[in-house]
């Protein structure tokens, strides 16, 4: 089992900058690849950037050149540093742990905080 806890959320104006934090516990490992999904009202939940077990990073297009994640090597922490913050960023972001196989597949999900960009 893993445990992830998310923080960092809050209010910023649009320009400002936030940083989550992903504090995770239990069985993590560097064979886990870390995401960052989001999901705002009224929409479907999206990747927004992961860290796979070999330090490669993916990017929605939307977040390209301003939002940055990073993890330790043990992914017992896993951060979003997010910059040029657009009200269209609001939604409530999500940690998630994955490590899958041909014969098994672990899936964690951490409760979310929330995100708010004022115009």
């Known amino acids: 089992q893993v445990q992830l806890v998310e923080s960092g959320g809050g209010l910023v104006q649009a320009g400002g900058s936030l940083r989550l934090s992903c504090a995770a516990s239990g069985s993590i490992s560097s064979a886990y690849t870390m995401s960052w999904y989001r999901q705002a009202p009224g929409k479907q939940r999206e990747l927004v950037a992961n860290i796979g077990s070999g330090g490669n990073t993916n990017y929605a297009d939307s977040v390209k050149g301003r939002f940055s994640i990073s993890a330790d090597n043990a992914r017992i922490t896993v951060y979003l540093q997010m910059n040029s913050l657009k009200p269209e960023d609001t939604a409530v972001y999500y940690c998630?742990?994955?490590?899958?196989?041909?014969?098994?597949?672990?899936?964690?999900w951490g409760q979310g905080t929330q995100v708010t960009v004022s115009s």
């Open positions: 998630n742990a994955l490590r899958r196989s041909p014969i098994f597949k672990y899936d964690y």
